[in-house]
Structure formats: structure tokens, C-alpha cells
Nanobody, 118 residues
Framework: QVQLVESGGGLVQAGGSLRLSCAAS????????MGWYRQAPGKQRELVAA???????SYADSGKGRFTISRDNAKNTVYLQMDSLKPEDTAVYYC????????????WGQGTQVTVSS
């Protein structure tokens, strides 16, 4: 059974930092591109950052220069380091895995709440 388990969310003041972690099942991690999405109340889910199986990264404009995505293949874990947090970063953050081999399934974690107070 494929699992993505996020952790690291919480309440932080504006300007603070958080590091989110997503532990993935070993069976999919090495064959998946990984990403972090977020969804704020009343808004659509949006991509925050992504990292391919070859370690190529990309970021939404909202997080460029403040967020860093990385992956530890030995631990089957992807991280999102978030610095200089702003109240508008408040959302539920979801881990995402997209298989790069057939079948090209997409998996989601359960989400972790990030709240940034002003």
C-alpha cells in the first residue's frame, strides 16, 4: 500500500521558518517526481515546489527565494524548508508523488496545516 505521510506543520510567526517532511513508501519514492502543494480556505490547491527523480527543482513564484525543496533517497523522504514565512502562506500543505513509470499514478498525502500569524 502506497503511503505519503507529512509532518512538520504548525503555528509560526511571520518571518519564521518551518520544515515539512513527507515520508513515502519505498516502492514508489525512487520512481516518482515529488511535489508540495497547498490549499488555503476558499482557494484552489496550488503547486508550491517540485523535485524530479533526477533532483531537478522548480518553484511557484510565491515561494521563490524563500522555500527549498529537497529529497533524501536513502530515507524515502522529501522536504520543504520554508523561510521568511508570511501570513499568506497559511494553508494545508500536501505532499504529492507522481510515478514516472507505467502506470502513471499520482498519490497524495493527508496534508499538514501551516498557520503563519502576523
Amino acid at each position: 500500500q502506497v503511503q505519503l505521510v507529512e509532518s512538520g506543520g504548525g503555528l509560526v510567526q511571520a518571518g519564521g521558518s518551518l520544515r515539512l517532511s513527507c515520508a513515502a513508501s519505498r516502492t514508489i519514492f525512487s520512481i516518482s517526481d515529488m511535489g508540495w502543494y497547498r490549499q488555503a480556505p476558499g482557494k484552489q490547491r496550488e503547486l508550491v515546489a517540485a523535485i524530479t527523480s533526477a533532483d531537478s527543482t522548480s518553484y511557484a513564484d510565491s515561494g521563490k527565494g524563500r522555500f527549498t525543496i529537497s529529497r533524501d533517497n536513502a530515507k524515502n523522504t522529501v522536504y520543504l524548508q520554508m523561510d521568511s514565512l508570511k501570513p499568506e502562506d497559511t494553508a494545508v500543505y500536501y505532499c504529492n508523488a507522481k510515478r514516472i513509470t507505467f502506470p502513471r499514478y499520482t498519490y497524495w498525502g493527508q496534508g499538514t496545516q501551516v498557520t503563519v500569524s502576523s
